[in-house]
């Protein structure tokens, strides 16, 4: 069965620090996978998408970035965290015209 | 640009009662689909409809689609307690790999 995993769930990190989110998948081959943030109370907006290894598409501007070294491996990166990127992170992965299967999200506060 | 806009923002309904929320988005899509997310948690998908479908069906959820009109609706019958969450529809743009979010409609359901 597929399962996605990402991790860690909760992260406080200070202003001007790096950032690393891991998320991988199992049980299928070549998902497009997604980042999404979410502020509170609000709905979800696309960071980045993948259609493929070493592929990323950047939907906003903004102080992070996104790799995807490995088919089932995505990362949420940022080498200088602003209080503004403070929310809730959901990795997804879908196939073509299908449904997304979304992670349990890590709530992320820049202090 | 959000694609998908949900009214109500807000819903509160007695344990029992139907609850109808309704989704309107901006360009033509493959298919429209709906997720519902307890607080804090990741989404969960709920049901798929494709444009070339009106109705779909599934258990107590029923989900109706008008292109012509560039809309949705979700409803939910005989709703109980463990209904109350936000509810989101999301959209392809067509020709894309992504899906946008709408803002999502928060229902409360009182026992």
């Known amino acids: 069965s597929q399962t996605i995993h990402q991790w860690p769930a909760t992260l406080v990190q200070p202003v001007g620090s790096p950032l690393s989110l891991e998320c991988t998948v199992e049980?299928?081959?070549?998902?497009?996978l997604y980042w999404y943030r979410q502020a509170a109370g609000r709905g979800l907006q696309l960071l980045f998408y993948?259609?493929?290894?070493?592929?990323i598409s950047s939907e906003v501007p903004q102080n992070l970035s996104a790799s995807r070294p490995q088919d089932r491996q995505f990362i949420l990166s940022s080498k200088k965290l602003l209080l503004s990127d403070s929310g809730f992170y959901l990795c997804?992965?879908?196939?073509?015209?299908?449904?997304?299967?979304f992670g349990s999200g890590t709530r992320l506060t820049v202090v | 640009s959000q694609q998908g806009e949900e009214d109500p923002q807000a819903l509160s309904i007695q344990e029992g009662e139907n609850a109808t929320m309704n989704c309107s988005y901006k360009?033509?899509?493959?298919?429209l689909q709906w997720y519902r997310q307890n607080s804090g948690r990741g989404l969960v998908h709920l049901i798929l409809?494709?444009?070339?479908?009106r109705e779909k069906h599934s258990g107590r959820l029923r989900v109706t689609l008008d292109t012509s009109k560039k809309s949705s609706s979700l409803l939910i019958t005989a709703s109980r307690a463990a209904d109350t969450a936000s509810y989101f529809c999301?959209?392809?743009?067509?020709?894309?790999?992504?899906?946008?979010f709408g803002t999502g409609t928060r229902l409360k359901v009182l026992a």
């Open positions: 997804a992965w879908s196939v073509i015209q299908g449904g997304y299967t």
């Open positions: 049980g299928t081959s070549n998902p497009n």
């Open positions: 993948s259609v493929g290894i070493g592929q």
């Open positions: 360009t033509s899509i493959n298919n």
């Open positions: 409809i494709r444009s070339n479908e």
């Open positions: 999301a959209t392809d743009a067509w020709g894309t790999y992504k899906y946008i």
